[in-house]
Nanobody, 123 residues
Framework: QVQLVESGGGLVQAGGSLRLSCATS????????MGWFRQAPGKERDFVAG???????VYADSVKGRFTISRDNAKNTVYLQMNSLKPEDTAVYYC?????????????????WGQGTQVTVSS
């Protein structure tokens, strides 16, 4: 069973920054596509950013230029650095991993999910 251990999140004012972390096994980190999704109250879960060891990262249009997904090979951890946060970024953020290589923007293509971490941006 693949585990995704998330940390980070919290309450921040608009314009502020937060960093989310997602730690997993070495095998998953090195082979599987991984991504961050978010779900606001009453809305569907949306793709935020994706990464894979063999490709450039992919971002949702709504976060381009503000969010950065990165990888720490020594810690088997994927990060989501969120800058210039807006109230509309408020959501539960989920880390996810595929069972195969490559990046996908579709939640259905991800098999493993973290427990979710709340991000709240106040105006």
């Amino acid at each position: 069973q693949v585990q995704l251990v998330e940390s980070g999140g919290g309450l921040v004012q608009a314009g502020g920054s937060l960093r989310l972390s997602c730690a997993t096994s070495r095998l998953t980190f090195m082979t599987a596509g991984m991504g961050w999704f978010r779900q606001a109250p009453g809305k569907e879960r949306d793709f935020v950013a994706g990464t894979w060891s063999g490709a450039n990262p992919v971002y949702a249009d709504s976060v381009k230029g503000r969010f950065t997904i990165s990888r720490d090979n020594a810690k088997n951890t994927v990060y989501l650095q969120m800058n210039s946060l807006k109230p509309e970024d408020t959501a539960v953020y989920y880390c996810a991993a595929r069972r195969s290589y490559g990046i996908s923007t579709r939640g259905a293509d991800y098999y493993y999910w973290g427990q979710g971490t709340q991000v709240t941006v106040s105006s």
